[in-house]
DNA sequence: TGGTATGTGTAACAGATGTTACACTTTTTG
DNA sequence: CAAAAAGTGTAACATCTGTTACACATACCA
């Protein structure tokens, strides 16, 4: 039900730039066959993990077994690189392999001396948390809008100042539901009234913004 | 509308702790009358800002002039230091001053330079970014549940988890209504069926949990 | 090309939440 | 202590969204 797109949630990756790792740094490498639980929602996260080879799903469990959220994370991507330095220093999530996967294991103190001895590290990871908090701060402002007229307008206008007052939304209705986390029906419906006032028109997937100041009344 | 709470928002702090910083740090300070917009929304963010003294509100605007989101920063915190480092490194929200201010301006190479040279202030950067990343993601998680009944559900399980199944919550029904995003009466509403159903108990501001299992089942 | 899968438009209905209003209780304050 | 303020319970009603169902259009594939 409400289910995190993958494709919405992780956007920057450390590079594969082996190069970023100096000959000297200690770490393990651990390997995990399909199928495994590899970190328990709640688990102490002291070290940094980073995927480097195959995919892992995160699932957001309460308790007992309902699930909030999924995420797919393929390689290479760190794994809530974020956690490590939090006050409460533990797994927000349960961490499985949806195929063989191999992590790379930093411990906390060696990367707090990488940052310090490698600047591109320390700047690559600090981008890389940025990115991840801008990503969440956008997505938090676009669930609190109430009204599904106001997400599409948020979303609409947000497109607009990047590609000007027309442009092509590569999703289908089904996928812009799920990134609204509305009902397909609904979304539609929505659409469709924007339409009939005249502050959009749609053609396929070319959407064209007519009335600015209509759009942003939508959001109350 | 969607005002968001400041004490949800901003949790942590840069303690006042000047000792964080050395004596040879290039610096500024900028001091500002009350009612002066300080940061615009889509301002470039080239520099750590601290707020040390005064307070300020932060506006999410969408353009024009509808407002999104209010938070209200007290001295001392920093002002956005997760957007300093990030790809698109833009201020997200216009800042104004309430009252008059004083704001300790850091350059990002400084920051840098800090970050390698000051242990301390790095765990500090990174332990606050972390903290507040941590806070984004419960906030999401919170506000991607649709009914009242489960928001309610998932904000007393998370306390139960803490503090066992009795236990007291300092805030009123409006302020928790603000704080899940729902009317008043409507929470109000959903509460009083959930004692109904047996599954809470309210007795002033001491909540009690019957039925976890039944709790759960309206996380959906 | 024809058939199948996928995507879209739309309607009827049910359910949940917001809005407004008001009585009542509790807390605060002078 | 009394009056005012703040907080709570509740009802009627409006509105919005989800659900389900189905017709139709479009894209894909053998």
Redesign the interface.
């Known amino acids: 039900?409400?289910n995190?797109n993958p494709e919405w949630v992780g956007l920057?990756q450390f590079d594969e730039d082996k190069g970023l790792f100096p000959a000297d740094m200690s770490y393990s490498i651990q390997n995990y066959r399909k199928n495994i639980l590899i970190f328990r929602q709640g688990g102490v996260c002291d070290a940094l993990y980073i995927l480097i080879q195959g995919s892992v799903k995160t699932e957001?469990i309460?308790?007992?077994?309902?699930l909030?959220?999924i995420e797919i994370i393929k390689a290479p991507r760190p794994l809530a690189p974020?956690?490590?330095?939090?006050?409460?220093?533990r797994f927000?999530v349960d961490v499985t392999t949806l195929e063989d996967a191999e992590v790379l294991r930093i411990p906390k103190e060696e990367v707090?001396r990488l940052?310090?001895?490698q600047?591109d590290f320390?700047?690559q990871f600090?981008?890389h948390?940025?990115?991840?908090?801008?990503f969440?701060?956008?997505?938090?402002?676009l669930?609190?809008?109430?009204t599904i007229k106001g997400k599409i307008a948020?979303f609409l206008?947000e497109q607009s100042?990047e590609h000007g007052s027309k442009f092509v939304i590569n999703r289908n209705q089904t996928e812009l539901a799920g990134f609204f986390?509305v009902a397909r029906p609904s979304l539609a419906r929505s659409l469709s009234e924007m339409v009939q006032d005249g502050v959009i028109s749609i053609n396929k997937k070319e959407y064209t913004l007519l009335n600015?100041?209509g759009l942003?009344?939508l959001?109350?």
């Open positions: 039900m409400t995190i920057n957001m309460t308790e007992n077994g309902n909030l959220g974020a956690f490590l330095f939090s006050d409460n220093n927000p707090i940052m310090t001895s600047p320390m700047k600090l981008t948390n940025a990115n991840r908090t801008q969440l701060t956008n997505r938090l402002q669930l609190s809008i109430k948020h206008l100042s986390g600015n100041e942003r009344e959001l109350l």
